[in-house]
């Protein structure tokens, strides 16, 4: 296991990045994706109800953004490729999808309560930590925008031990569950 990262802290610099694109297997990291462009950061796994009743949504946001500056990135930390393709396949997500094998990310952006929905301005600083139902196309437009953005909980984390997520997550993904 990593260094023990504190949450994200909305306002800071968004902590760097690089990770394997699924269906591509082409890295994509952080100061490769155009300054001008946000970055929207799903967090899911295969096994959590919540991220996949989540995917039509992001879905939904994607397609109206398609055309926009704006970047979805959803991010899982599973390795068995076939789980993920077979959930893919059941539950379509249309955002790019990257593998977090180490939990590098996960860790630095201080993801531990999935389904979670960081938005990375075109500064670079992370401006939103949500669950994915709160992301709306406004919040998405006003961060484009470079909008002040006033929304409950921002940043709040519902849960936070890194390690004993990581372990649980790692049991699941070892166990199967889905």
Same mark, same amino acid.
């Given at each position: 296991?990593? @260094?023990?990262? %504190?949450?994200?802290?909305?306002?800071? @610099? &968004?902590?760097?990045? +690089? *990770?394997?694109?699924?269906?591509?297997? /082409?890295?994509?990291?952080? =100061?490769?994706?155009?300054?001008?462009?946000?970055? *929207?950061?799903?967090?899911?796994?295969?096994?959590?109800?919540?991220? +996949?009743?989540?995917?039509?949504?992001?879905?939904?946001?994607?397609?109206? $953004?398609?055309? @926009?500056?704006?970047?979805?990135?959803?991010?899982?930390?599973?390795?068995?490729?076939?789980?993920?393709?077979?959930?893919?396949? !059941?539950?379509?997500?249309? /955002?790019?999808? %990257?593998?977090?094998? =180490?939990?590098?990310? $996960?860790?630095?952006?201080?993801?531990? &309560?999935?389904?979670?929905? #960081?938005? +990375?301005?075109?500064?670079?600083?992370?401006?939103?930590?949500?669950?994915?139902?709160?992301? /709306? &196309?406004?919040?998405? !437009?006003?961060?484009?925008?470079? @909008?002040?953005?006033? #929304?409950?909980?921002?940043?709040?984390? &519902?849960?936070?031990?890194?390690?004993?997520?990581?372990?649980?997550?790692?049991?699941?993904?070892?166990?199967?569950?889905?």
């Amino acid at each position: 296991m990593g @260094k023990t990262q %504190a949450p994200v802290t909305i306002g800071q @610099k &968004a902590p760097k990045f +690089i *990770v394997d694109l699924f269906h591509e297997e /082409t890295p994509v990291c952080l =100061d490769s994706i155009s300054g001008n462009k946000i970055i *929207v950061i799903e967090f899911w796994a295969t096994w959590c109800v919540y991220c +996949i009743k989540a995917f039509p949504h992001l879905n939904e946001l994607q397609k109206e $953004f398609d055309d @926009k500056d704006v970047v979805f990135l959803s991010l899982t930390y599973e390795s068995n490729r076939g789980k993920i393709d077979s959930c893919l396949k !059941k539950y379509p997500l249309n /955002t790019k999808v %990257a593998l977090d094998r =180490d939990f590098s990310m $996960f860790r630095d952006y201080g993801a531990w &309560a999935i389904p979670q929905t #960081i938005i +990375i301005n075109k500064s670079r600083d992370v401006v939103v930590s949500i669950h994915p139902d709160q992301l /709306t &196309a406004k919040i998405i !437009k006003d961060v484009l925008e470079g @909008k002040p953005l006033d #929304i409950p909980n921002n940043g709040k984390q &519902a849960y936070f031990d890194p390690k004993g997520a990581e372990e649980y997550f790692r049991k699941l993904e070892k166990e199967g569950k889905n």
